[in-house]
């Protein structure tokens, strides 16, 4: 019998799970899997009761690559916490090892990222459009197809303009859903908070102001606010607008991050969120739930798209873009008093 303190082995999972060397490896060190859910449910309790970890290190010398990385800007968001949550959950499913990198924001510090990473030779990388938002794709794009020469899968997690494949969400359409509802409202004077090159952030801004105009706006009654995607950011383009005459009576943030700003700086000004101004998001982060009032936005399926580019970059046949859809959650930020909450 192997004693405690002695280290568990391949062998050793093996030998009490009943099954063949050869099967508890595939099930454990992430080979082709033809055995049985049962079967590989018990092999995996198995590994874990007698603590056993397969050396990944040594499994990426013989070129099995196991490691999977997601590279975002500023990996402690929120979205890219849930993203990250559906990666790791689907990387246990399937024997990977699922980690996250961050970015930084220049060019020089994506390239510095991108070559640390390439040197760790992963099996996959899955990389958040709006960590390069900022960059240049062409100062970026022969890093990334330094990955794909190395036999590396590049994935990208919303819009982008590079030929690798994406999981995606429908800007333009969320856009055009809240602007919609928004110009519905009854009231008159809008403003968009957005951002320039930032793809996701200026596809919605196409679609606030498809939505507006389907409701009778005119393009040249739309107030556009340009501001940095913070909530800083949204504090200075709510100052602006509060400041304006007249001064508009709704606000349309690009993300929940400026309209969170927004609320909040329009709440120092004594300007009363929504009886005179109605504010939406798009994102329905945590916050957007717990902050006052509550924000209209629409909700996104974060945890689906970490996943779904997770099962992307594993695909052994060429990917095609995935496109998720969003849902719209009206909450008391755009809901005056006397109207039911739905």
Do not use: W
């Not at 856009?175 to 009231?187: A, C, D, F, H, K």
């Not at 993300?255 to 329009?266: H, K, T």
């Amino acid at each position: 019998m192997r004693r405690a303190y002695q280290k568990a082995t391949l062998r050793d999972v093996a030998e009490v799970a009943g099954v063949s060397t050869s099967t508890a490896s595939r099930v454990l060190n992430g080979g082709d899997l033809n055995v049985s859910e049962k079967l590989t449910a018990r092999v995996r309790a198995v590994a874990e009761s007698l603590g056993y970890a397969s050396n990944q290190a040594a499994r990426a010398l013989r070129g099995q690559r196991t490691a999977v990385v997601l590279l975002a800007s500023d990996p402690r968001t929120a979205s890219i916490a849930a993203i990250a949550a559906g990666m790791e959950a689907a990387g246990r499913e399937r024997g990977v090892l699922v980690s996250i990198a961050a970015a930084g924001r220049d060019a020089a510090a994506h390239r510095s990222a991108l070559g640390v990473l390439r040197g760790l030779r992963p099996r996959a990388l899955i990389v958040t459009s709006a960590s390069f938002a900022d960059v240049p794709s062409e100062q970026i794009l022969p890093e990334l197809e330094r990955f794909r020469a190395d036999g590396c899968s590049v994935v990208f997690i919303g819009e982008h303009d590079t030929p690798f494949p994406a999981v995606r969400f429908d800007d333009v359409e969320l856009g055009r859903t809240v602007g919609r509802y928004m110009g519905g409202l009854g009231r008159r004077r809008p403003a968009i908070l957005t951002c320039a090159n930032h793809p996701a952030v200026e596809s919605r801004q196409q679609g606030f102001l498809e939505g507006l105009l389907e409701q009778g706006f005119e393009s040249g009654s739309v107030s556009v606010e340009h501001c940095e995607i913070s909530r800083d950011g949204g504090r200075r383009a709510a100052r602006r607008l509060a400041a304006a005459d007249p001064r508009p009576d709704f606000v349309l943030a690009g993300n929940d991050v400026l309209a969170i700003g927004a609320m909040n700086e329009f709440r120092r000004l004594g300007i009363a969120v929504p009886q005179e101004i109605a504010v939406s998001g798009i994102d329905d982060i945590p916050l957007a739930r717990d902050v006052a009032p509550p924000l209209t936005t629409v909700t996104l399926p974060f945890a689906d798209a970490g996943r779904a580019a997770l099962e992307m970059a594993l695909a052994t046949e060429p990917a095609q873009d995935v496109v998720l859809p969003g849902r719209l959650v009206t909450r008391t930020s755009t809901l005056a008093d006397g109207i039911t909450l739905r």
